[in-house]
């Protein structure tokens, strides 16, 4: 991970009395820079985060909305695609912490906080879409040449006429000697 605090994502609850608290968090190219193998380098998506303190969990609600930068797939024009999702992770407080699985998480109860980091860019990479491409209801069409260009060559392929291989004579001749 690069140098960037994460002290940022951090959910100090032990001083979080009962009851509701909320938190903003803009995820941008900053954040994700962090993560070197991360399929998202262009972003900026802003994170509204509702805590649930209970005595022994906290019921945490993500409502994450922004945008991805990403190459279209089709004629390589750079667009932005919105994106918007929510996701939900209860935090159980236990004497003996479990493994965590992706929705819930254990923290001991010798613990004062815990971080959102990884949780914050995981549910921001599964916002991405299986395919970039320029949308009609984003008043953004695809570059017509390029298209009008691929178009002509996948028909110049596919209307191209087979060529007829010619053997070698000599091969004919090997053919039809039969060997017993």
């Known amino acids: 991970m690069a140098s960037q605090s994460t002290t940022a994502y951090e959910i100090r609850f ?3 009395k ?3 608290h909320y938190y903003d968090y803009a995820l941008d190219q900053a954040f994700f820079m962090q993560f070197p193998e991360s399929l ?3 972003a900026f998506i802003n994170v509204r985060l509702c805590l649930e ?3 022994r969990e906290m019921v945490l609600d993500f409502r994450l909305s922004g945008s991805i930068q990403g190459v ?13 999702g929510d996701a939900r992770l209860l935090v159980k407080i236990e004497d003996e912490p479990i493994e965590n699985t992706d929705q819930i998480w254990y923290v001991s109860t010798t613990a004062w906080s815990f971080q ?3 949780y914050l860019y995981e549910s921001a990479s599964l916002l991405l879409p299986l395919r970039f491409v320029c949308r009609a209801d984003q008043q953004l069409a695809c570059d017509e040449r390029l298209s009008s260009w691929m178009s002509h060559a996948t ?3 596919a209307h191209t006429p087979e060529v007829v291989e010619q053997t ?4 004919e001749k090997l053919k039809q000697l039969k060997i017993n």
């Open 72 to 84: 279209c797939d089709r004629c390589l024009t750079e667009l932005d695609h919105p994106v918007e």
């Open 155 to 157: 028909n110049s392929i």
């Open 168 to 171: 070698d004579p000599r091969w």
């Open 53 to 55: 303190r209970k005595t």
């Open 40 to 42: 998202i380098t262009q």
């Open 14 to 16: 032990s001083a979080l």
């Open 18 to 20: 009962n009851g509701f």
């Open 116 to 118: 959102l980091t990884e």
